[in-house]
């Protein structure tokens, strides 16, 4: 059984409330809610680029879908998928973290929950 190509997509979040609102601390490892429409399953792996605020640097991870916000979905939601961070980039997870660390107890709506 073969698996699925991996898309490759560049994100980038220019400020901290953006990234509040896309960031998933409720997922194990954390993970990135992206706007995008398309065909997507739960289990791809996705591979990515991240561009976080000021950083110069690009951080590259693979990524798996969690969370398809479909269509239509109630609350008027963005459409999109939700991607798990891998084992291997708890460091990433934690740059965010620290960046988001004032806003992470906020209650503050995000494109999730």
């Given at each position: 059984m073969s698996s699925p190509q991996k898309q490759k997509v560049t994100l980038s979040f220019k400020s901290k409330n953006e990234l509040y609102e896309a960031y998933m601390p409720f997922i194990h490892n954390g993970g990135l809610f992206i706007k995008a429409s398309g065909e997507f399953k739960l289990?791809?792996?996705?591979?990515?680029?991240?561009?976080?605020?000021?950083?110069?640097?690009?951080?590259?991870?693979?990524?798996?879908?969690?969370?398809?916000?479909?269509?239509?979905?109630?609350?008027?939601?963005?459409?999109?998928?939700?991607?798990?961070?891998?084992?291997?980039?708890?460091?990433?997870?934690?740059k965010i973290e620290t960046c988001l660390a004032e806003h992470l107890n906020a209650h503050s709506l995000t494109h999730t929950l």
């Open positions: 289990g791809q792996k996705m591979s990515l680029q991240l561009k976080l605020l000021d950083e110069p640097d690009l951080f590259p991870f693979t990524g798996r879908v969690v969370w398809i916000t479909p269509q239509g979905a109630q609350g008027a939601r963005f459409v999109g998928i939700g991607l798990q961070f891998c084992d291997e980039h708890v460091l990433l997870r934690d």
